[in-house]
């Protein structure tokens, strides 16, 4: 009965219209909005008002909150659920919003045995038991010339999200059967060949920190996918296509003369 009573509760919060106020803030802050076909701009509304709906955000650090600053972040975040079934980040209740990066304390393994407390700077954080995402507004890409350089740390950290919602922190978010065999091959190659080419002292279109785990690897990649999908169609003709089939979206589509259409 709940999950019927959500689910209802769900699809009158997508048929709703979206305030104008913000819906301007969409068309104005999210980079790539006036590139999605009309179908999908509605389904991002939608999903938006979901996102606003369940989702708390508080301000830290002295931040003003406003509605610009929720609903370019639900935007971003909502892009990832497009044309897919979702239970709307379902491990994620909070979204913790700092003006700009911001300093943390914890620790850091040294080698032999050796742990040294030391501070340090974030633009975003999230985790499987941290039940929030952590962003820095000033990091989130806004206008169409945005996220021009690949980084957008909203995706980057609601990807972390759908990583964990299979209750692993691996880089391969929930999979059906034919998908996940061809992810673990894929991903396992690719993060292999940046490694060696890191090594080398090659360049590479994947960012270096990409390299750091698997985790990393699908969120920056899934990033890189929605701000610089011709360049990543070029690079990593594979990839792109393994996440096109995982997101059913195909950026590289949007800047086309004819209407994109959502991978399946």
Same mark, same amino acid.
């Given at each position: 009965?709940?999950?019927?009573?959500? *689910?209802?509760?769900?699809?009158?919060?997508?048929? #709703?219209?979206?305030?104008?106020?913000?819906?301007?803030?969409?068309?104005?802050?999210?980079?790539?909005?006036?590139?999605?076909?009309?179908? =999908?701009?509605?389904?991002?509304?939608?999903? %938006?008002?979901?996102?606003?709906?369940? !989702?708390?955000?508080?301000?830290? =650090?002295?931040?003003?909150?406003? =509605?610009? @600053?929720?609903?370019? @972040?639900?935007?971003?975040?909502?892009?990832?659920? #497009?044309?897919?079934?979702?239970? $709307?980040?379902?491990?994620?209740?909070?979204?913790?919003?700092?003006?700009?990066?911001?300093?943390?304390?914890?620790?850091? $393994?040294?080698?032999?045995?050796?742990?040294?407390?030391?501070?340090?700077?974030?633009?975003?954080? %999230?985790?499987?038991?941290?039940?929030?995402?952590?962003?820095?507004?000033?990091?989130?890409?806004?206008?169409?010339?945005?996220?021009? =350089?690949?980084?957008?740390?909203?995706?980057?950290?609601?990807?972390?999200?759908?990583?964990?919602?299979?209750?692993?922190?691996?880089?391969?978010?929930?999979?059906?059967?034919? #998908?996940?065999?061809?992810?673990?091959? @894929?991903?396992?190659?690719?993060?292999?060949?940046?490694?060696?080419?890191?090594?080398?002292?090659?360049? %590479?279109?994947?960012?270096?920190?990409?390299? !750091?785990?698997?985790?990393?690897?699908?969120?920056?990649?899934?990033?890189?996918?929605?701000?610089?999908?011709?360049?990543?169609?070029?690079?990593?003709?594979? #990839?792109?296509?393994?996440?096109?089939?995982?997101?059913?979206?195909?950026?590289?589509?949007?800047? *086309?003369?004819?209407?994109?259409?959502?991978?399946?």
């Amino acid at each position: 009965m709940i999950r019927l009573l959500n *689910s209802w509760r769900r699809e009158r919060l997508r048929t #709703l219209p979206l305030p104008a106020e913000w819906e301007r803030h969409i068309e104005r802050n999210l980079s790539f909005f006036h590139q999605l076909p009309a179908r =999908d701009r509605r389904e991002l509304f939608g999903h %938006t008002q979901v996102l606003l709906a369940e !989702k708390h955000f508080e301000p830290c =650090d002295g931040l003003a909150l406003t =509605d610009e @600053i929720r609903v370019t @972040i639900a935007a971003y975040a909502a892009m990832l659920l #497009l044309h897919r079934e979702t239970d $709307y980040y379902s491990r994620l209740t909070s979204i913790l919003v700092y003006p700009t990066a911001y300093i943390v304390e914890g620790e850091r $393994y040294r080698g032999d045995g050796i742990w040294e407390d030391e501070p340090a700077v974030r633009l975003g954080q %999230t985790g499987a038991r941290l039940g929030a995402v952590v962003v820095a507004w000033e990091d989130v890409p806004c206008g169409s010339a945005a996220g021009a =350089d690949g980084h957008n740390v909203v995706l980057h950290e609601f990807a972390h999200q759908l990583d964990f919602e299979d209750g692993a922190t691996n880089g391969t978010p929930l999979l059906e059967p034919p #998908l996940r065999e061809d992810w673990a091959r @894929i991903f396992a190659a690719e993060f292999a060949e940046l490694e060696r080419a890191l090594v080398a002292g090659e360049p %590479t279109f994947l960012r270096p920190y990409a390299a !750091k785990n698997p985790a990393e690897f699908f969120a920056v990649a899934t990033e890189l996918f929605f701000h610089s999908p011709d360049r990543f169609r070029q690079r990593h003709t594979t #990839l792109y296509e393994l996440l096109a089939a995982f997101y059913r979206q195909d950026p590289a589509a949007w800047s *086309s003369s004819s209407p994109s259409r959502p991978a399946t």
